[in-house]
């Protein structure tokens, strides 16, 4: 059974940076993923799509984060995933959720919380 541990999260005052991590387990050598993902959900909000990264290392990222975040992965590993942010605004404060997809299932992680101060 895949599960996926996010970690990283905290306060943090508005300019300030975060760095998310997401590990993988239950996988050999993470086969068959391929799509990774951070989303996230504010209080009384839907949750978002806030970067992806392609098992090519192709990337998007919500208009929102453009410039200030950026995900990444460990392709030797291909279980970890990362969202370094940077410039961090009062509006990004969410809980910040780790997804993948393996074999055409989605996984995801419980998430972590996030909190900026202005």
């Known amino acids: 059974q895949v599960q996926l541990v996010e970690s990283g999260g905290g306060l943090v005052q508005a300019g300030g940076s975060l760095r998310l991590s997401c590990t993988a387990s239950?996988?050999?050598?993470?086969?068959?993923?391929?799509?990774m993902a951070w989303h996230r959900q504010a209080p009384g909000k839907q949750r978002e799509l806030v970067a992806g990264?392609?098992?090519?290392?192709?990337?998007?990222y919500a208009d929102s984060v453009k410039g200030r975040f950026t995900i990444s992965r460990d392709n030797a590993k291909n279980t970890v995933v990362y969202l370094q942010m940077n410039t961090l605004k009062p509006e990004d404060s969410a809980v910040y959720y780790c997804?993948?997809?393996?074999?055409?299932?989605?996984?995801w992680g419980k998430g972590t919380l996030v909190t900026v101060s202005s």
């Open positions: 239950g996988t050999l050598l993470g086969i068959g993923i391929n799509n």
């Open positions: 997804n993948i997809e393996r074999f055409g299932t989605n996984y």
């Open positions: 990264i392609r098992r090519t290392g192709d990337t998007n």
